[in-house]
């Protein structure tokens, strides 16, 4: 069956650090593919997704390029700040499934 | 536009008991899913509704159950509380891509914490 596969958290990170945070998936047909934040006590907030192949997903400087190839959907950011320690989580939804799989969530903590 | 919300956002139940939780989606939005969130088991999907219809359901006991209303309101509830059934349980809504009966992006509400003592 679909499913998806992130790297193992926590990954601490200091402030204006580089991130990755890696996510692969294995799917039938073509997923649309996503990234979802969760800050503590709240629920899952969309991040940035893609549709098909090649695209690239971006938002609030984060970013994620669906790589049919390599069947991955890394998220990316040249700079984090504190305010993105939260939960990271990739999913993939297949058309006409009307659910999502998600990954198991890859915590991230950024120190000033 | 108001968001997904979801009642009530905390809840403490007695192994047995039955519970009901209530999600309104984003205005508009016809579609309605539940999922629980455990941190053994992560996110995993309990069941989709559209048009008042169920069109996908999760592996999980019968005990699950859900539906939606014709206004787009979704309730789901859990009879004979397990202890393994604390988690947080989400609600999400997304807007049809026209003509289709599918969707992409899904709107999450805040939770519902539930505890089973």
């Known amino acids: 069956g679909d499913s998806v596969t992130q790297m193992e958290g926590p990954v601490t990170l200091s402030e204006e650090a580089f991130l990755t945070i890696n996510c692969t998936y294995t799917?039938?047909?073509?997923?649309?593919l996503f990234w979802y934040v969760q800050y503590p006590g709240e629920g899952l907030q969309l991040l940035l997704k893609?549709?098909?192949?090649?695209d690239k997903g971006s938002n609030k400087g984060f970013e994620a390029t669906y790589r049919k190839e390599t069947t991955s959907f890394h998220l990316e950011k040249g700079s984090v700040q504190v305010s993105d320690s939260a939960v990271y989580f990739c999913?993939?939804?297949?058309?006409?499934?009307?659910?999502?799989?998600f990954g198991t969530g890859t915590r991230l903590k950024v120190l000033a | 536009k108001a968001g997904v919300t979801q009642t009530p956002r905390y809840l403490i139940k007695t192994r047995g008991q039955q519970v009901t939780l209530s999600c309104s989606p984003i205005?508009?939005?016809?579609?309605v899913s539940w999922y629980q969130q455990t941190p053994g088991q992560g996110l995993q999907f309990l069941f989709e509704?559209?048009?008042?219809?169920?069109?996908n359901k999760g592996n999980f006991p019968g005990r699950f159950s859900g539906r939606q209303f014709s206004n787009s309101r979704s309730e789901m509830n859990v009879s004979t509380l397990e202890l393994g059934d604390s988690a947080l349980y989400l609600c999400?809504?997304?807007?049809?891509?026209?003509?289709?009966?599918?969707?992409?992006?899904?709107?999450f509400g805040p939770g519902t914490r539930l505890t089973v003592t």
């Open positions: 999400a809504s997304s807007f049809e891509i026209t003509g289709t009966g599918d969707f992409y992006e899904q709107y």
């Open positions: 799917a039938t047909g073509y997923p649309s």
């Open positions: 893609a549709t098909k192949a090649d």
């Open positions: 999913a993939l939804k297949t058309s006409g499934t009307y659910k999502y799989i």
């Open positions: 205005s508009g939005h016809r579609s």
């Open positions: 509704y559209f048009s008042e219809t169920q069109r």
